[in-house]
């Protein structure tokens, strides 16, 4: 039985395999249409979410199973003071694989190891998110034709954006990515990440907290919104939240084929007036969410077509 906790949990062949399989899935969604009949998916969030919970909900659903579950902690016997674990092995009977949000960073690993079903992370606090990696890596597959030989800047909350963490793990196993870290000073890249992932591999990197200066040299700008709920403090949240807004104005300064991916929602930080703009790809991006959780799941339940 596989989990995906950590997008390392999947070696480059399998993360390619489940990108195929989701470009074949968008070629042909009838040919998937039963194949998940009888199976069914529970739903484990205890934290907010619209993209992640109905893009599996959906994609279940697409592949003929049913969909169980809850959307917040309150509904749930978590509120009578039920550890996850123990609600994770009851779930394990009533369904054959679980989707878990989380606040706790490792709420979904210790799910994990007393379960009896595959437990895929759907986000757990500030740490990582790895089925948005997968969502963002057929992005960017999709929109450059490739997931190497690239300049990607990383702009916003790169301390508490767990999507930006899984990404840029991920990244660092291919080849000829160069990365470019957009924040202010209390919103920098975690240090264990520069240490363990950056600097252990000898990937190129720079920090920088001007947007202006590098823009023209990237092929993709990641945006992230800056995360309210992770902040201790209302005024620090309300000092940074606006520190960058993409607009018209610097998109004069970016290449004709830049690819600007945000794993949404968004607050601020993009202004709606470039989401007409060839180059805005994060509705697509969501849109893509949907098949890539479609192939992930035949992969955990191990059906084919
Ligand atoms: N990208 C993402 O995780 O969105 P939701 O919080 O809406 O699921």
């Known amino acids: 039985m596989r989990h995906l906790i950590d997008i390392k949990d999947l070696s480059v062949q399998e993360i390619d395999g489940l990108i195929q399989c989701a470009e074949d899935i968008i070629k042909d969604p009838l040919k998937y249409a039963q194949v998940c009949r009888g199976k069914k998916l529970a739903i484990l969030f205890f934290e907010p979410s619209t993209r992640t919970r109905l893009s599996f ?31 994770t092995r009851v779930v ?36 990582n998110h790895p089925t948005q990696t997968l969502t963002d890596l057929l992005t960017i ?40 870290f957009i924040s202010p000073p209390e919103l920098k890249l975690p ?70 991916l945000h794993p949404l929602p968004r607050v601020n930080e993009i202004s709606p007036s470039i989401d007409d703009d060839k180059r805005a790809c994060y509705f697509r991006q969501a849109r893509n969410g949907k098949f890539i959780r479609m192939a992930l799941i035949m992969k955990l339940l191990e059906v084919s077509v």
């Open 92 to 127: 394990g009977c009533y369904a054959d694989i679980i989707a878990m949000r989380h606040p706790k960073e490792g709420a979904p690993l210790a799910a994990a190891m007393k379960s009896y079903v595959p437990i895929i992370n759907a986000g757990d606090g500030g740490h």
């Open 57 to 87: 909900e959906a994609a279940m659903l697409d592949l003929g199973g049913s969909v169980l579950g809850f959307s917040s902690a309150e509904t749930s016997s978590a509120s009578k003071g039920e550890s996850v674990s123990d609600t």
């Open 191 to 260: 240090d264990y990440i520069k240490t363990d992932v950056l600097d252990a591999l000898g990937l190129e990197y720079t920090e920088i907290e001007r947007m202006d200066e590098v823009l023209p040299e990237l092929d993709i700008l990641y945006m992230t919104r800056v995360q309210k709920e992770r902040f201790f403090n209302e005024a620090d949240y309300i000092r940074l939240k606006d520190t960058y807004i993409f607009n018209e104005e610097k998109l004069k300064l970016a290449k004709d084929d830049l690819s600007i």
């Open 141 to 180: 597959k999709t929109e450059k034709g490739r997931l190497d030989s690239f300049t990607i800047g990383f702009c916003g909350d790169l301390k508490f954006g767990r999507t930006v963490h899984s990404l840029i793990s991920a990244l660092s196993r291919y080849k000829n990515i160069k990365y470019v």
